[in-house]
């Protein structure tokens, strides 16, 4: 399964409307605390922009409404992973990505046998607060060597000065947000990302 090395996660159909057209290939919806109509409403749309652009939309933690409205891509937490359906998700024929923040998460992640495995925070991150404290490369390189051919995505923290590093420490993607989203122009930053990352492409 081939998987885009710029893996950026937004918040709303609207950056995904905005920044998917500039040659985003692989993107995240990450929605929290909306009412789920709403939320349902979003990923119908962001459907609809990455169908038409030809990229892979992966949906954060909705299980239930990525199955309801045709996605094919989820990514769970570990505590979405505590409340979902595993046997449903794997019947309704949906890709599967899950967090990790240590090894007992990575062990528990590996028997589910996912699509890939996020390792993170990489650096420390202003996203939300975490309750871990940043793996740093040389985890990276740990988690390689023990998910193997399995997509490593690293999270947390990665800026385009900082995402050679993590590459090569072992991560087959990397995720963006606050990089992106708190950049003065967006659509360039996307540009200089999509540039950096095309030498990873597998």
Known sequence: MFLDPFYPIFDSAAWLERLVPQGIKLVQ???????????QIEIRKAKEIC????????????WQLAIKEGC?????????LDEANLDTIREAGLKLGVST?????????LAIKPDYIAIGPVYPTILK???????????????????????????????????N?????GADIVAAVTDITLNENPEMRVKEWLQLTREYIK
């Open 129 to 163: 607060k975490m309750i871990w404290e940043p793996q740093g490369l040389d985890t990276v390189t740990q988690w390689k060597e023990l998910v193997g051919s399995m997509p490593l995505v690293g999270i947390g923290g990665i800026s385009l000065q900082r995402a």
């Open 29 to 39: 919806l990450r929605i929290k605390d909306k009412p789920q109509d709403e939320i």
């Open 101 to 109: 923040h240590n090894h007992a998460e990575l062990e528990r992640a």
């Open 72 to 80: 094919d891509f989820i990514h769970l937490g570990q505590e979405d």
């Open 51 to 62: 169908e038409k652009h030809h990229c892979q939309l992966i949906i954060n933690d909705y």
């Open 165 to 169: 590093g993590v590459f090569q420490a």
